[in-house]
Nanobody
Framework: QVHLVESGGGLVEAGGSLRLSCEAS????????MGWFRQAPGKEREFVAA????????YYADSVKGRFTISRDNAKNTVYLQMNSLKPEDTAVYYC????????????????WGQGTQVTVSS
């Protein structure tokens, strides 16, 4: 079992920045690919970014490419999402998720999920 806890959400003005953190416990973190997803009210959960177990490969949704950066610190069992140049359309609950070995853009391929953290971007 892998337990994931997100933090770092909040209210920010458009153009601002936030850094989300997700701390993992329970299994060997360095064996897990990690992803960030988000869900806005009335919409399906969507892929934001993912990172391979070593951190050597990263993947981004087109909507956040160039503005968001995913990273991880395996010594701290933590994955991060640095979000810059935030837009009102980035408003959502952000979830981190984990799966063994291979990163994926698919919600259904992740077996472990955090409880989510709210990000609100005002215009």
């Amino acid at each position: 079992q892998v337990h994931l806890v997100e933090s770092g959400g909040g209210l920010v003005e458009a153009g601002g920045s936030l850094r989300l953190s997700c701390e993992a416990s329970g299994r060997t973190f360095s064996n897990y690919a990690m992803g960030w997803f988000r869900q806005a009210p009335g919409k399906e959960r969507e892929f934001v970014a993912a990172i391979s177990p070593s951190g050597g490969s990263t993947y981004y949704a087109d909507s956040v490419k160039g503005r968001f950066t995913i990273s991880r610190d395996n010594a701290k069992n933590t994955v991060y999402l640095q979000m810059n140049s935030l837009k009102p359309e980035d408003t959502a609950v952000y979830y981190c998720a984990g799966r063994l070995i291979t990163a994926s853009r698919s919600v259904g391929e992740y077996g472990y999920w955090g409880q989510g953290t709210q990000v609100t971007v005002s215009s």
